[in-house]
């Protein structure tokens, strides 16, 4: 792999920056300094250092945001803020995509990674990976709403949901767990039983967990983290 490809994808910058980086003698191969850009690396080598820090290869990134309400779920928007631009700097990268989608006004655990077919096993009903949310509605919840979740719900357009979980925490507040992620599905499922969802915020995904985690604040999955995700989608981690 060319040095400035093998950088870029570390996110060390644009090909034109790493140009510029290289050529000022910033980074070393094997303990030599290097100063073109297309000098041969193994990624996999170890021997690579920018301002003599190491830099390891890693094949995937991924993120756990604490989505704030009033940010879309999307890579882009021309007229709405996103969930990139919530990223701290350091975690930018333009391969980065969010794993399914938090609606504007839901805030909560959103998981960003690079790897497409880890994304894909975590969003497949097939795979079961239970979702939990805090909800409150605007009407009192009794256990003719938990035994509802627990049955299914049919929805506007005809769809019945995967059973799911209620746990109710509060009089007009519960705890959601479902397994599946369809368009706006928590407000979607207590509309069918005439409540509307005043808050949303979701928890957990499979085995990563929001936690403590403040509002807006973002950091990379630990590697207990990863090997979990990984482990919970019945893949090998790269």
Same mark, same amino acid.
């Given at each position: 792999?060319?040095?400035?490809?093998?950088?870029?994808?570390?996110?060390?910058?644009?090909?034109?920056?790493?140009?510029?980086?290289?050529?000022?003698?910033? /980074?070393?191969?094997?303990?030599? @300094? /290097?100063?073109?850009?297309?000098?041969?690396?193994?990624?996999?080598?170890?021997? /690579?250092?920018?301002?003599?820090?190491?830099?390891?290869?890693?094949?995937?990134?991924?993120?756990?945001?604490?989505?704030?309400?009033?940010?879309?779920?999307?890579?882009?928007?021309?007229?709405?803020?996103?969930?990139?631009?919530? !990223?701290?700097?350091?975690?930018?990268?333009?391969?980065?995509?969010?794993?399914?989608?938090?609606?504007?006004?839901?805030?909560?655990?959103?998981?960003?990674? @690079?790897?497409? @077919?880890?994304?894909?096993?975590?969003?497949?009903?097939?795979?079961?990976?239970?979702?939990?949310?805090?909800?409150?509605?605007?009407?009192? !919840?009794?256990?003719?709403?938990?035994?509802?979740?627990?049955?299914?719900?049919?929805?506007?357009?005809? +769809?019945? @949901?995967?059973?799911?979980?209620?746990?109710?925490?509060?009089?007009?507040?519960?705890?959601?767990?479902?397994?599946?992620?369809?368009?706006?599905?928590?407000?979607?499922?207590?509309?069918?039983?005439?409540?509307?969802?005043? +808050?949303?915020?979701?928890?957990?995904?499979?085995?990563?967990?929001?936690?403590?985690?403040?509002?807006?604040?973002?950091?990379? !999955?630990?590697?207990?983290?990863?090997?979990?995700? +990984?482990?919970?989608?019945?893949?090998?981690?790269?």
């Amino acid at each position: 792999m060319r040095l400035d490809k093998f950088l870029g994808h570390m996110g060390f910058g644009s090909r034109k920056e790493l140009g510029a980086l290289i050529r000022a003698g910033r /980074v070393t191969v094997d303990g030599m @300094t /290097v100063t073109d850009p297309a000098t041969p690396v193994d990624p996999a080598g170890g021997g /690579v250092a920018v301002d003599g820090r190491p830099v390891a290869f890693q094949r995937h990134f991924h993120v756990l945001l604490h989505k704030p309400a009033g940010v879309i779920t999307a890579t882009e928007d021309p007229r709405q803020p996103t969930v990139m631009e919530v !990223l701290p700097p350091e975690l930018r990268r333009r391969d980065l995509f969010p794993v399914g989608r938090l609606d504007k006004e839901t805030e909560g655990l959103l998981l960003l990674t @690079t790897d497409g @077919t880890l994304a894909h096993r975590l969003l497949s009903p097939r795979w079961h990976q239970p979702k939990r949310y805090l909800a409150q509605v605007d009407a009192p !919840l009794g256990p003719g709403d938990e035994a509802a979740f627990a049955a299914g719900i049919a929805l506007e357009d005809g +769809y019945v @949901t995967l059973p799911g979980q209620l746990e109710i925490v509060g009089p007009q507040e519960g705890i959601v767990t479902i397994y599946e992620g369809k368009y706006h599905q928590v407000r979607r499922m207590f509309a069918a039983l005439g409540k509307r969802v005043v +808050y949303l915020r979701r928890l957990s995904m499979g085995p990563l967990v929001l936690g403590d985690l403040p509002r807006g604040a973002a950091r990379p !999955l630990t590697e207990a983290e990863v090997e979990a995700l +990984y482990a919970s989608a019945s893949l090998s981690h790269p």
